[in-house]
């Protein structure tokens, strides 16, 4: 009897380490996941506008007045008090806005070889920015040439700063070595201006766009100026999703809907994904020329420290605005380049997002 006894105790023991076995490894499973949402992180957003402004005609109905042009808009402004434009045309004279702040001033440098603003030197006029032919032996006489090598720098109302190329002065932007320019009866009319012209519509005096990342720790969720560290995992520069592959980092996509991602694959990694969304274009209905996210597209990131990451794009503009609006529609946009999305980390160096 004392033996069965013992047998019992031994096996009720036995049964109880296992029940305790057993849960002690189901604690050890993965660890839970829990997504985060992160709004309006910059992807080295582009404050340069350049635009090309093509016959802007000096002052058709009065040759006493300006004709104001803002660089913002790429349009002509009716009232010359106010501090919407930026630089205005009378014959061969360009006036800034020096009446709300604004200066101009011509620099011995070619428009693509400027890159910084002055700040000082300003004036509140040029006439200076062209070489008149008169009865040049060869060539054009009595014309009006852009000087080449030079640009003129604005200072707007609002304290930016514009460069611009004077490309012609004349209807049209002629051939000014053709045959038909060089009579003075079949050449067209002139006082209308044709240029090329950079904002900037940060507070900065550069006047170029500089292609480079932005990375994002998503175990922090902070940005990381050291690109060269293991510390980011993801770098965003305008369409463009890279991985840190130099820290052994990669990055896919897969056509599976956020939600329905339980795991993350263990191949197949690369260095970048430009593929997560769509290029409306010229649409038919809908927003044109729009950078909407794909539907049931899910990121799936490797980062250095070998853990996981899944991430859903929602959004490419700043302040996640519905694009379905009229406003949208119509072009009445907030910036670009801004992203708002969902993510999920597995810190236990697992493959599991459940």
């Given at each position: 009897m004392k033996s069965l006894n013992n047998k019992l105790t031994l096996l009720v023991t036995l049964l109880a380490f296992g029940f305790f076995a057993c849960e002690d490894s189901g604690s050890n499973g993965p660890a839970p996941v829990e997504g985060q949402i992160v709004e309006d992180i910059p992807a080295n957003v582009n404050t340069i506008s350049e635009f090309t402004a093509s016959d802007v005609q000096d002052n058709p109905d009065n040759t006493e007045n300006y004709t104001f042009f803002d660089f913002e808009t790429g349009a002509t402004v009716s009232d010359s008090l106010s501090a919407d434009w930026d630089i205005a045309f009378s014959g061969t004279t360009i006036l800034a806005n020096s009446g709300n702040d604004g200066g101009i001033q011509l620099v011995e440098t070619a428009y693509a070889d400027v890159e910084t603003a002055p700040t000082t030197g300003f004036e509140a006029s040029n006439s200076s920015w062209f070489t008149?032919?008169?009865?040049?032996?060869?060539?054009?006489?009595?014309?009006?040439?852009?000087?080449?090598?030079?640009?003129?720098?604005?200072?707007?109302?609002?304290?930016?700063?514009?460069?611009?190329?004077?490309?012609?002065?004349?209807e049209g932007n002629p051939d000014t070595e053709s045959e038909e320019f060089k009579s003075l009866q079949t050449r067209p009319a002139s006082k209308y201006f044709t240029f090329e012209y950079a904002l900037q519509s940060a507070e900065s005096t550069q006047l170029y766009h500089e292609d480079s990342f932005s990375y994002y720790d998503l175990e922090t969720g902070e940005m990381v100026a050291d690109s060269s560290s293991s510390q980011w995992d993801i770098g965003l520069n305008a369409t463009t999703i890279i991985a840190n592959t130099e820290n052994g980092g990669g990055i896919q996509s897969l056509n599976i809907a956020y939600a329905d991602l339980d795991e993350a694959p263990t191949s197949g990694y690369g260095e970048s994904v430009t593929d997560w969304y769509l290029y409306t274009g010229e649409a038919p209905t809908g927003p044109k020329h729009a950078i909407l996210p794909k539907d049931n597209l899910t990121i799936v990131i490797k980062t250095a420290t070998d853990i996981y990451a899944k991430v859903r794009i929602i959004s490419y503009y700043k302040g996640n605005p519905n694009t379905s609006s009229e406003d949208f529609i119509n072009f009445i946009r907030p910036e670009s380049r801004y992203y708002t999305f969902e993510y999920a980390v597995q810190t236990d160096g697992s493959t599991s997002f459940e």
């Open positions: 008149y032919t008169g009865m040049a032996p060869n060539g054009p006489q009595h014309a009006v040439l852009p000087n080449e090598d030079e640009t003129l720098i604005i200072k707007t109302s609002t304290g930016n700063y514009a460069k611009v190329r004077m490309i012609s002065y004349y």
